[in-house]
């Protein structure tokens, strides 16, 4: 069973930046494709990014490229998601997700998710 647990989440101004963090307590982290999924009140999760398990190929959701990079070190059980240029309409719950076999999911494992606040 994979634990991610997010953290960096918060408020801030826009036009401002946000670095995301996620740890896996898998040993086998770097075996992993990770993500990220967010939800605006209201509104359904929607996918944001992914990474597969060595970092050599990543994937994002075409409104957001330019704006948000997301990179791991498996070294450290980490993935990261760095949010710049950031919008009101980027306020959401961000989740971290992990697979074992697939890039873009589904993926089987979810984290709990952390807020992010853009005050316009």
């Known amino acids: 069973q994979v634990q991610l647990v997010e953290s960096g989440g918060g408020l801030v101004q826009t036009g401002g930046s946000l670095r995301l963090s996620c740890a896996a307590s898998?040993?086998?982290?770097?075996?992993?494709?990770m993500g990220w999924y967010r939800q605006a009140p209201g509104k359904e999760r929607e996918f944001v990014a992914a990474?597969?398990?060595?970092?050599?190929?990543?994937y994002y959701t075409q409104s957001l490229k330019g704006r948000f990079t997301i990179s791991r070190d498996n070294a450290k059980n980490t993935v990261y998601l760095q949010m710049n240029s950031l919008k009101p309409e980027d306020t959401a719950v961000y989740y971290c997700?992990?697979?074992?076999?697939?890039?873009?999911?589904?993926?089987?494992?979810w984290g709990q998710g952390t807020q992010v606040t853009v005050s316009s």
């Open positions: 898998e040993r086998t982290f770097s075996s992993y494709a």
């Open positions: 990474i597969n398990w060595s970092g050599t190929s990543t």
């Open positions: 997700v992990a697979d074992l076999n697939h890039d873009l999911g589904p993926y089987d494992y």
